[in-house]
């Protein structure tokens, strides 16, 4: 079974800081992965796509993808109090065509 | 473009009634998928549609739930004899291909009273 695994947190950080995401994916068929946000009340959001190693960046958040350790990230530096959200981690992409797996998402939080 | 549209936003309904929420995909998306998000939970799968295959149904919780995509585009999904734990806010999202990225709707938010 393909899984998708986040730390559900709260992740707790002051303004200003870098706010660090992880994601972790047991399906090495995987070959897309995907950052949604999600405010309170509100639908998922798509935020950023990576699709090779290394880091992709825009504007201040940054994607970061590891096949070999089957590890995905999103860093958002200077984190602002808008940046409060819970950010959902999806992988897919596959050869078999099969549809994304999504994470539990990790709740952040960003303090003045 | 359009995003993804639903409607109703809110649905207020008493346990034993049936309701319909409807879905209407981004144009040109092949695959359509319904979640559940219950209130401070993750996304549960329910079922998905990819163009004319079959759907997946895996993710339906009871027989109580259906859902059907009339000409390739507009989805509705039913729920019979609705009960309290149904309560939740229902989510469509589509996406050119199945394995592509998903867009979301803004949701139904079902109270079942």
């Known amino acids: 079974q393909k899984e998708v695994e986040q730390n559900s947190g709260p992740l707790s950080v002051p303004e200003g800081a870098i706010a660090s995401l992880n994601c972790t994916y047991s399906?090495?068929?995987?070959?897309?992965f995907f950052w949604y946000r999600q405010y309170s009340g509100k639908s998922p959001e798509l935020i950023m796509f990576?699709?090779?190693?290394g880091d992709k960046e825009d504007g201040r958040f940054t994607a970061q993808l590891n096949k070999a350790s089957q590890y995905v990230s999103l860093l958002i530096r200077d984190s602002q109090p808008s940046d409060s959200a819970t950010y959902l981690c999806?992988?897919?992409?596959?050869?078999?065509?099969?549809?994304?797996?999504f994470g539990g998402g990790t709740r952040l939080m960003v303090k003045p | 473009g359009a995003g993804v549209s639903q409607s109703p936003s809110n649905k207020v309904t008493e346990k034993g009634k049936d309701v319909e929420l409807r879905c209407d995909p981004i144009?040109?998306?092949?695959?359509l998928y319904w979640y559940r998000q219950s209130l401070g939970q993750g996304l549960e799968f329910l079922i998905y549609?990819?163009?004319?295959?079959?759907?997946?149904k895996s993710g339906l919780p009871s027989d109580r739930f259906s859902a059907e995509r009339t000409g390739g585009s507009v989805s509705t999904l039913t729920i019979q004899r609705t009960q309290q734990e149904d309560s939740a806010v229902y989510l469509c999202?589509?996406?050119?291909?199945?394995?592509?990225?998903?867009?979301f709707g803004p949701g139904t938010r079902l109270t079942v009273t």
């Open positions: 999202a589509s996406s050119f291909y199945t394995s592509y990225e998903q867009y």
């Open positions: 399906d090495r068929g995987s070959q897309s």
């Open positions: 990576i699709y090779s190693n």
């Open positions: 999806a992988g897919g992409g596959d050869n078999a065509g099969n549809m994304l797996t």
């Open positions: 144009s040109g998306h092949t695959a």
């Open positions: 549609f990819q163009g004319n295959s079959a759907p997946d």
